[in-house]
């Protein structure tokens, strides 16, 4: 996308520039109506649902503690597995969903990533606990295909965020706009992954701290309070950009000022996206000692879960 360019303009010049800018809403890559999105299908797209889970394995004479620890965890990542499938069934009426994990195995446990782990040890004597944060991806696959709107307007489906620009491709000297609209109430991080790798922040940002977006909104970038254009310049190619969202505030990432309000993340994406997954969710069992645990596992439906949706929508730029 190039440099991004501060604002330095006087009111009434910012008040034209807006005015017409404004016209630009309706993306031209799909039809909209009162400026909603229609049909916009982001070029990536990830769903999962991170789950706090106790996991436990009884001690045997025919184990050795490590074996039993191991189990622990595979049983603990089962675990999360089936209680995602509870989760998304009692969030949506979408029954046709593919859960990625679905043929997890304790041979196949690389199926759940592991975001956090801890490893309580022996308990009363009888058995080994761990506790994981835990993502589990899945894929909705609507039996019958349906417009995009009908998701991102619908408050009891799972979380969506459509993320688009006006087109596609942009040449030197335009200016881009990006725009997002969330189905219900969420926090996220909206980020450029520009043609040459840097990774900037463009959401929140200094001067527009907010990362809290209401449901149904149209949220545009740049916008009023923003110190900064999206203009086209050298380097071309493509950039990416990339949203991060929840239903839960996400977990803090660390960037460096660049000017005009903006931050550029040092670490690879792989680490960004692992880092903003460190939402709040707490287990069915948090505070209590591992003596006053159930030997059961059935209360662990009992634990929180949160929502988390990653969309990438790609441009690229030119002379």
Known sequence: MGNYKSVLINSRIWLAFLAFNLMLVIPQTAGSQNGQPTQITPDKEKRSCIQSVDGFAYLSEDMTLNAVRKVAFANAKRQAVEMAKTYIQSKTRVEDFVLKSDEITAAAEGAVTILEQKDHGVVDNTRYHVWIKAEVEYVLKPKVQQADKDIVRDKN????????????????????????????????????????????QLLPNEYRTNDFFQAGKVYKIPDKGDLFELEVTAPYGEDQIVVYASEVPLGKVEMESIGQGLGKYRGSMKALATMTRGVSVVSAFEGSSPETIPMSTDMQTNASAAEFYEATWSLTTGR
Request: hydrophobic share 40%; net charge negative; proline share 0%.
């Open 157 to 200: 489906a799972l979380l969506t965020v459509k993320v688009w620009t006006s087109k596609k491709h942009y040449r030197d000297g335009e200016n881009i706009e990006i725009y997002i609209q969330g189905n219900k109430d969420f926090y996220a991080m909206i980020v450029d992954i520009m043609s040459g790798g840097d990774i900037i």
